[in-house]
């Protein structure tokens, strides 16, 4: 059973950076980022290949945030800039067993626990 741990998350005001980091316990290929701000669904946010050359982004996002991997590291991250309030929510790190995993959260096998981004405005 692979673990993932996130990091990186805090408050920060609007137009600020924050950078999450997701590290593994194990081998993972695809991964993604999902968020759930309160009272809505959990949505897409980023998502990445096993190799890096695959990445899609939610349109909310997309110029804004960028996800990346290191695999010798086994971990990836999310770069988050130009931060805006409705970008607050409790974002979770996911990883699967597939290359690529995409946009379903039923693409992935393994989530984390979530780490709490607040934008400020």
């Known amino acids: 059973q692979v673990q993932l741990v996130e990091s990186g998350g805090g408050l920060v005001q609007a137009g600020g950076s924050l950078r999450l980091s997701c590290a593994a316990s194990?081998?993972?290929?695809?991964m993604g980022w999902f968020r759930q701000a309160p009272g809505k669904e959990r949505e897409f946010v980023a998502a990445?290949?096993?190799?890096?050359?695959?990445?899609d982004y939610a349109d909310s996002v997309k110029g804004r945030f960028t996800i990346s991997r290191d695999n010798a590291k086994n971990t990836k991250s999310l770069q988050m800039n130009s931060l805006k309030p409705e970008d607050t929510a409790v974002y979770y790190c996911?990883?699967?067993?597939?290359?690529?995993?995409?946009?379903?959260?039923?693409?992935?096998?393994?989530w984390g626990q979530g780490t709490q981004v607040t934008v400020s405005s």
């Open positions: 990445i290949s096993w190799n890096g050359e695959i990445t």
């Open positions: 996911a990883a699967g067993k597939r290359l690529y995993c995409g946009r379903q959260s039923n693409g992935y096998d393994y």
């Open positions: 194990g081998r993972t290929y695809g």
